[in-house]
Nanobody, 120 residues
C-alpha cells in the first residue's frame, strides 16, 4: 500500500509562484512514474507534469517553461515548482504515483489534492 500527502497549495497573485510537495509513505516497489495532475471546476483531470524513477521529466501544454517537476529519492517526495502562474492554472492539484506490474498492467495511487488559486 502507498499513501500520498500533498502540501503547498494556496492563493497566489498572477505572476507569482508556488511549490507543491507530495510525500509518499509505504511500499514504493515498482513505482516508476510520479506526476502531478490538476482538475479545474467543470473540467476533466489532466496531466501537468511527470517524472520517471530515473529523473526524466515530461511536461504537458502550458506547464512547459513555467513549471519544474523534481523528486527526492531519499524521502520519496515529488515537487512541482510553479512559476509565472496564471488564473487558468487555478485547480485542485493531485499527486500521482504509478506502480507497474510488468509491461501491460499498472495501478495508480492518488493524493487527496491541494487547491491552487491564482487570482488578484
Amino acid at each position: 500500500q502507498l499513501r500520498l500527502v500533498e502540501s503547498g497549495g494556496g492563493l497566489v497573485q498572477p505572476g507569482g509562484s508556488l511549490r507543491l510537495s507530495c510525500a509518499a509513505s509505504g511500499n514504493i516497489y515498482n513505482i516508476n512514474v510520479m506526476g502531478w495532475y490538476r482538475q479545474a471546476p467543470g473540467k476533466e483531470r489532466e496531466l501537468v507534469a511527470s517524472i520517471t524513477r530515473v529523473n526524466i521529466p515530461n511536461y504537458v501544454g502550458s506547464a512547459k517553461g513555467r513549471f519544474t517537476i523534481s523528486r527526492d529519492g531519499n524521502t520519496n517526495t515529488v515537487f512541482l515548482q510553479m512559476n509565472s502562474l496564471r488564473p487558468e492554472d487555478t485547480a485542485v492539484y493531485y499527486c500521482n504515483f504509478r506502480r507497474d506490474y510488468g509491461a501491460s498492467a499498472a495501478y495508480n495511487y492518488w493524493g487527496q489534492g491541494t487547491q491552487v488559486t491564482v487570482s488578484s
